[in-house]
């Protein structure tokens, strides 16, 4: 990547993003392609349509963008997708991102299905990347190849030892399955809270058209609490990251457990955070259809002051909260986005 001018550094003294709720927005996750390796079942059809390239923003587009939020406020961004790793030269845009580390910037992280970061996980630490969050849905390979439709299992756990190899703090994301996973969350937990990570448990979300009905997969997690709490002792931890996962400390493996619980327990009072698509499409809710386009004002004549209008109308339209339902068979997605495209 060029080294990019601070193009989009407002003047000091620049407006912080409040929203018309008063949260302050101190959060961005960054979608840097919507393509990916894999295929999750319940994240996207196997004959997926992929944006054309020219829509998607480049590299250089989305580290002026990363300026523009760090600007008016954004502290920690996270790099996502589709699979982030599998954009060429993306390691580029950590590096140049990692260099606002202490200048603006707190934290940079990353979330990744791992099968391409025993390629990457010491050049991203050395780009100033701590943490990386990590998605497993199983340790049994032919469930992840059912799963993912790909059998890339070894590859993903050469991924996982690189990341703990190479000093990165890893935490699992793992979505509850009905009739797949299930019965495999409490030995996932042992697993991960015995390689010192820490696990959040995902309810699935009805984000895009897939195959099957979500319905038929949907695992409350007050169900697999329930049973983990048959085992161990969970204690809830009242921190909590301004995110949607309320954490607990299971006292037998001293590890913690996340759970985010989006369809049976609401969590949108305390959210910080604003999504921006490999297009540029800024969505201030995930679940909401609300969106800014700045990729025009990027492109346009005058981008930094059409930026900063931009996301002044995204403080104006973030939604209190959204409104998923996943409790009826054959109900279209929440909105028809996929998640891969929103960034997860
Ligand atoms: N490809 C990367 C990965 O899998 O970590 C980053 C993008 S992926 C869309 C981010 C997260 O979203 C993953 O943890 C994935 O399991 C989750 N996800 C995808 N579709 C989902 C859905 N419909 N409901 C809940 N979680 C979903
Ligand atoms: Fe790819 Fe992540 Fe979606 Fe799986 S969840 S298909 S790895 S984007």
Wanted: net charge positive; with cysteine.
């Amino acid at each position: 990547m060029t080294r990019v001018r601070d193009v989009l550094l407002p003047a000091p003294g620049a407006k912080p993003l409040v929203d018309s709720f008063q949260r302050q927005i101190s959060y961005l996750r960054l979608s840097v392609t919507d393509r990916c390796d894999l295929r999750c079942s319940y994240c996207m059809p196997e004959r997926m349509t992929f944006l054309p390239r020219k829509d998607v923003l480049s590299l250089e587009e989305l580290f002026q963008l990363s300026l523009g939020f760090i600007a008016r406020g954004v502290r920690k961004i996270r790099v996502t997708g589709g699979e982030p790793l599998v954009r060429r030269d993306i390691i580029d845009l950590f590096r140049a991102l990692g260099r606002k580390l202490g200048d603006g910037l707190d934290e940079l992280a990353l979330t990744t299905n791992a099968t391409r970061l025993a390629l990457h996980a010491d050049e991203l630490a050395r780009a100033g990347v701590r943490r990386v969050n990590i998605s497993l849905d199983t340790r049994d390979r032919a469930r992840f190849e059912a799963l993912s439709r790909r059998d890339a299992l070894p590859q993903v756990l050469e991924g996982v030892a690189a990341a703990k190899a190479a000093g990165l703090k890893v935490k699992i994301n793992t979505v509850a399955l009905k009739g797949s996973n299930q019965e495999e969350i409490p030995d996932l937990v042992a697993w991960a809270h015995g390689e010192g990570f820490d696990l959040t448990l995902i309810e699935v979300m009805p984000l895009g058209e897939v195959e099957q009905d979500r319905v038929d997969h949907f695992l409350p997690l007050s169900e697999v609490r329930a049973r983990l709490e048959q085992r161990w002792t969970l204690t809830p931890l009242g921190d909590t990251t301004g995110g949607p996962a309320r954490y607990d400390r299971v006292r037998e493996t001293g590890g913690r457990l996340g759970m985010i619980t989006p369809l049976t327990n609401n969590f949108c009072a305390g959210c910080n955070r604003l999504r921006v698509t490999a297009t540029g499409q800024l969505y201030p809710c995930l679940g909401g259809g609300e969106r800014v386009d700045l990729r025009a004002a990027l492109r346009s004549e005058e981008p930094e002051a059409n930026l900063q209008a931009a996301l002044d109308e995204a403080m104006r339209i973030k939604p209190e909260r959204h409104h998923f339902d996943i409790s009826r068979r054959g109900v279209a997605p929440a909105q028809p986005r996929h998640m891969s495209m929103t960034g997860g």
